[in-house]
């Protein structure tokens, strides 16, 4: 399998530390899935956004009516950037190329210019995208295939829920490894503290869909006030390695909560980890929460995601200083505590059409 340009040079250097003799090897650094492109809110009327993913330098914008396109930053004219540093504009929904002022729609195709008519072979590489309550995913199939699975159909409800909060987390990793985190219950002890992890019924995978659950315990500082308990139960939804959607419920102050995880390569050796977190509407919390109660709900909910999602980052960044540091181990020396991280090792390699070392090495 031909390796992406970029993705080339930067997968090696990534990885040439890691291949210390002992058998093992890189993961090939752009698994085939759907990852984050961009938030709508995030999409201005007259500038794309601009920026590196799965190796790919990349532009998105939307037009009038509200479609976005996430397409090549790169004029198929003479060559021009189309990001917004180099003079890439929005006008009238359509992508405005800096160098002699092709104009492409959001299919990507070039639609008018100002000297004449198109040439037909002016047309953007575009990647199908896929929106799920405001996040904007697209397709990155391996040698460019459309997609090969679907993530899900529904949006999850949003009546009742507040606003999203999101953090992103840049860091070298891979997403098959901090995905694998959602199955590695014995590090949630262990690095994050939490308490009486239990894995609740059964680890499923349905094609690209694995679904997994687990309650935990937790000792939290609320606004600086009370330790409180939290008693967690979490259910975590991962379609693919740049998508997994936690539903939590915390029974002691009666929370639910949602977090998106999506892992997004940049560059084939940085990541991007984006956190989307989302609280139902505290109304009528089961006990106090000092220093939160007297507060309207809608403040309320705004500060108590705030501070779940600080938590999270928190709980990344305990996660960051070992997946920067560490190796894929193909073959682990896996205890009988370590749970389903067989299952999910196998899971992913269907994002791997020639094998995770990109074709040329397989796994057990
Ligand atoms: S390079 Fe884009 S219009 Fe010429
Ligand atoms: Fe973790």
Redesign the pocket.
């Known amino acids: 399998m031909e390796l992406p340009r970029q993705g080339r040079g930067s997968a090696r250097d990534a990885t040439a530390d890691r291949r210390a003799g002992d058998g093992d090897g890189p993961l090939y650094p752009f698994p085939e899935g759907w990852y984050f492109v961009a938030d709508r809110r995030s999409l201005a009327k007259q500038n794309p956004i601009q920026r590196q993913w799965l190796g790919e330098d990349i532009v998105v914008w939307r037009d009038d009516g509200g479609a976005v396109c996430a397409a090549r930053a790169v004029?198929?004219?003479?060559?021009?950037s189309?990001g917004p540093a180099a003079g890439g504009r929005v006008r009238d929904g359509r992508l405005v190329?800096?160098?002699?002022?092709?104009a492409y729609d959001v299919r990507g195709a070039c639609v008018a210019?100002p000297v004449g008519p198109p040439p037909p072979s002016a047309k953007l590489k575009v990647f199908e995208t896929r929106e799920i309550a405001g996040l904007v995913f697209a397709w990155w199939g391996i040698d460019g295939r459309p997609p090969q699975w679907r993530l899900p159909e529904d949006s999850p409800e949003e009546y009742g829920w507040g606003g999203k909060e999101i953090r992103t987390i840049r860091f070298p990793g891979h997403p098959q490894e901090t995905t694998e985190n959602s199955v590695d219950l014995a590090h949630l002890r262990y690095v994050h503290g939490y308490d009486a992890v239990k894995p609740v019924g059964e680890t499923t995978v349905e094609g690209a869909y694995l679904l997994t659950r687990f309650d935990f315990r937790r000792r939290r500082r609320i606004a600086g006030f009370t330790d409180l308990i939290y008693d967690v139960s979490a259910t975590t939804h991962i379609h693919g390695l740049g998508y997994s959607f936690v539903e939590v419920v915390e029974r002691t102050i009666g929370m639910r909560s949602r977090l998106w995880v999506l892992a997004t390569p940049v560059d084939g050796r940085l990541i991007d980890i984006v956190l989307v977190s989302q609280l139902r509407a505290l109304r009528k919390p089961r006990r106090p929460i000092s220093g939160l109660g007297f507060l309207p709900v809608k403040l309320r909910t705004r500060l108590m995601n705030r501070i779940l999602l600080s938590s999270q980052v928190r709980d990344v960044r305990q996660d960051v200083t070992i997946w920067a540091n560490k190796r894929y181990r193909p073959r682990p020396s896996l205890s009988r505590s370590d749970g389903e991280i067989g299952l999910y090792r196998r899971y992913c390699r269907q994002f791997y059409p020639c094998g995770p070392g990109g074709g040329t090495r397989g796994e057990d």
């Open positions: 004029c198929p004219h003479l060559g021009a189309l190329c800096p160098f002699h002022g092709f210019t």
